[in-house]
């Protein structure tokens, strides 16, 4: 997890976000070894792939973007929902063992928690950046209290983004080589 | 300059960097006018790319990123500087009038400074959001203290990223149509 957090902070610019930083004992392991052994990486929006380094993933793993499928206006209209959460439900063929990379949409994470509670697979680990001021804080926290039986690392509170979840897959995929380098 | 810095603040879910930010008078209009006549978008990094909703350009404007560019490992090391520095000599076609949204790199700021004291042609505006500890606040101040000329927004201090970057360059784009949607 050192390396993890390390690269949080580094994202972000803050040494506080370390105390915000809430996650299951086997999250970081979890990640890893999934990427490992060749998991895909779905991400609620396209700037937390844009952040991924792909030189670090171990496996060429498969990036998964849903959000702008053309299927997505219309499923999120039938379920009465945002664009993310009906991005999410596209995620179903890929969840199983993944690693889930959410840096935007407080409501693709509830979403996403709906329907591990209706049977869905379960990702190797959830990864719980929601960022901003409407549900954020909220999707987080129902993250680390109910985490459906996955591993999980989320920043409590408002803050997070897109480049904190991308610092985490990418922690995840390589831990700190920049040390080496 | 307010729907600006609306979305610097839900970019990252403080409300505290409101009173971090740093503009010339005129950047709002500046950077506005710009993207309406078509200028292109200079982005440091594909993840500040990657967050700019194509929707809002107004004029189907260029978004431009060069640190992948298969030139920049090179030209890095003939100027002994990062390949972020590298990928900003890349600009120098497209930099007359343009929008830069700088939101990872230190280097890439300093160095774009460096090359506006040699005479190269003046962006409309420069955003400035490098994030973290190595020079990304040094960085900031420098183009807040000197802004050579150039209309400029910075985010004071060590805070900054992607997100913010591609924040503003939305901003510029549309202002905040989410309030009439």
New interface residues.
Partial sequence: MQALVTRLI?????VEVADRIAHSPGAYLAGHRALANGAPVLCDC??V???IIRRYLPAQNEVIVTLNDPSVPDRAAAIGNTRSAAAVELWADHLEGAVVAIGNAPTALFHLLELLDQGAPKPAVILGFP???VG?AESKAELAERPRGCDFVALR???????TA?AAVNALAAGLPELNA
Same sequence: chains 1, 2.
Avoid: D
Wanted: glycine fraction near 32%.
């Fill in positions: 580094h994202a972000c610019g803050m396209e700037m792939g844009a952040g960022v901003g001021f954020a509170g408002r803050r997070g983004g897109s480049a991308s």
